[in-house]
């Protein structure tokens, strides 16, 4: 029982930190942007286009400037999904003996596509909320700085300096700023995410399998993409308001959640609340198709060689 646990372990946090090191890599230059076009300030003013945003970080450093604060994103991101997603798969499996969150033993097996414990439509959205909120509160320093890097508000050159200076600025709050604004953007998106996720993926497999042969990692690819989408512009206000605070700590007008959302719908109307939405959409769409794809072949390559 030990070995199978600890390999279950090793199984899940591998795969987890192969995801989180992919998506990384591939998406870091729409972090950059989003974070840009989210720092602007300005009353009735319209923030840049992403093609403008892009040819200035391009002009200035080249073509490496799109992947600034890539240091700091694996710094979260490896070890971040790699956790989140041994915890959720643990969540998942302590709550599948609760008669109220387990899967229905009516549904249709999707063993051929993934290892991963069955719940209830409510046991995916609690188990997704609470163990992202976790990770979160953990990760939220390597957050804060991997903001700032990709911001151009600052000229850190390494991950030591950046911590330095924000505990220097705002002492041991400083590495939880706008964390209230994450875990109400991440707690409600994982939950989403997971629910969509299980649903979409299960009725695709049904489908599939009375119709098609397709392989296991295009059903991954389009739940994951379809899940997150759908997570994203349920969730982005707060990743907006999560940016200001982050990036302009003392500014009073973004002290609270409160006030940062009220000070950008004053600003720039409720347009404003969704600046850089259509980037972090293609972010999400894609990391998630990326990250859960491989996290799920990865666990099934692993079980059929055991």
């Known amino acids: 029982m030990g ?23 591939a998406l870091q230059p729409l972090d950059v942007l ?9 009353a009735g003013g319209k923030p840049q286009s992403t093609l403008a945003i892009t040819k200035e970080i391009t002009s200035q450093n080249g073509i490496r ?34 008669p109220l969150f387990s899967g229905s ?23 997704g909320a609470l163990t992202r909120l976790g990770v979160g509160l953990v990760l939220n320093p390597f957050t804060v700085v991997k903001t700032r890097f990709e911001s151009n508000l600052y000229s850190y050159k390494s991950m030591a300096e950046a911590l330095q200076d924000i505990w220097r600025q705002s002492g041991p709050s400083g590495l939880l700023q706008g964390f209230k604004a994450s875990a109400l953007r991440d707690a409600p998106y994982a939950g989403i995410f997971v629910l969509f996720y299980e ?12 119709n098609w042969d397709i392989p296991a990692p295009w059903i991954h690819t389009w739940s994951g993409a379809s899940a ?15 940016t200001k605070m982050q990036i302009q700590p003392g500014n009073y007008r973004y002290r609270s959640v409160t006030s940062t959302a009220f000070d950008i719908f004053k600003a720039r109307g409720l347009l404003g ?18 990250s859960w794809t491989v ?3 990865l666990l099934l390559f692993m079980n059929q060689t055991k």
């Open 295 to 297: 996290y799920e072949s």
């Open 228 to 242: 997150g989408m759908i997570a994203t512009l349920a969730t982005h206000p707060f990743d907006v308001v999560k």
């Open 34 to 42: 989003k974070t840009r076009i989210q720092q602007m300030d300005g």
């Open 65 to 98: 400037g799109l992947w600034r604060g890539t240091v700091p994103t694996l710094s979260r991101n490896v070890p971040g999904v790699a956790m989140y997603f041994y915890l959720l798969q643990t969540v998942r499996r302590n709550m599948a003996n609760v």
């Open 273 to 290: 609340l969704f600046d850089g939405g259509g980037i972090r959409i293609s972010r999400k769409v894609l990391s998630s198709a990326i």
């Open 199 to 210: 649903l979409i993926k299960e009725r695709s497999t049904n489908i599939v399998s009375r």
């Open 3 to 25: 070995n199978h646990t600890q390999r279950s372990a090793f199984e899940h946090l591998t795969s987890g930190a192969f995801s989180g090191f992919s998506s990384a890599i």
């Open 105 to 127: 033993p009516t549904s249709i097996s999707t063993s051929s596509t993934t290892t991963l414990t069955k719940l209830s439509s409510q046991g995916n959205l609690l188990a």
